[in-house]
């Protein structure tokens, strides 16, 4: 398949733009939807703001949008506040959940409205409005309505809308949540690589964890209007600050201890009878404090019988479930004194036996010391 043409000139006003919010905050009455949160956006990257439902992220995006006066705080755009402008003023182009096309205009027209309400000339529209939609392979559908596309279709079709004014920048809002499952994975790859190819500023709304981490070159997440922790997607996995972050980006299994020995950047906790290490921490707690270490479950392995001690960390349990998923175990694993683990473990000739005692090992930096939060 030819690839078309790029849809921004990065020579002109399509640059992609940096945003900054400033202690953003917005009340709706005694509730607090946004909590004084501050993002630095840089030019041309993908970011995505992720959280359960009621974390702010969507009012966060309306607020960028224009759609949401803030009660507090400031929003620039390359170093000049927006605050004061309303949407169309913006020039962000807005890609929303259900797509919002007009019924009774065809894809062309849609795509064209945009223009038509800023009077380009038509010779203009028409060209821009072609390249639009090439940019998103719908050329050929430009004379259809809506109801006669696909949901794939219409949401190519919002995207060129949003695209066909060359944009500072991008907003989307759960563009792919009503599609079905198979046709949203194949929209990601396509969106990620639009996305590249154009250079623009991306600003993503979902709370799905899987499309973040696969699609985006940062990751903002909220809780209870509050920025929790931003980072890349392999950042924030490896490397998540909190409870919340680690269970909420992906499964993870959770270790509460106490220090019992502490080194430079390491230290030993103690979790019943079992002794375990922790590396990589620039800041170790003090000898005697509670810890929470989180640890994934693709971290564990099974060790070869219960007298390996092959590993740093070795636990001992018993199965309680297991699943065989092609090149994996799937465990439940009870561990006295440290509660139920989860394990991801390569599949290998011995087959795992509900009601085994089974020995469990993990390096010393699989594990990552976390807030209990």
Known sequence: MLTPPPLIDSGRSGLP?????DRLSKRYGAVLALDEVSIEIERGRFVTLLGPSGSGKTTLLMAIA????????????DGRPINHLPP???DFGMVFQGYALFPHLTVAENVAFPLRVRRQ???EIEASVRRALETVQLASLADRLPRQLSGGQQQRAALARALVFQPKLVLLDEPLSALDKNLRADLQV?????HERLGLTFVYVTHDQQE????????AILRDGRLIQKGTPAQLYERPASRFVAGFLGRSNFVSGTVEQVSAHSFTYRCG???LHQSGSETPPYAGTPVLVTVRPEKIRILAGLQDDSACNKVVGRVTAFSYLGGLYHLLVDVEHIGRLTVDAPTSRHVPVVGEAIALGWDEDASVLVSDE
């Open 88 to 90: 169309e003023r913006r």
């Open 17 to 21: 733009s940096s945003l900054t919010i």
């Open 212 to 219: 973040a981490l696969s699609m985006s070159d940062e990751i």
């Open 273 to 275: 009878t079992f002794a």
């Open 190 to 194: 396509e969106l990620k690589g639009l």
């Open 66 to 77: 224009g759609f949401v006066a803030p009660s507090s705080g400031a929003i620039s755009l």
């Open 121 to 123: 000339p038509r010779t």
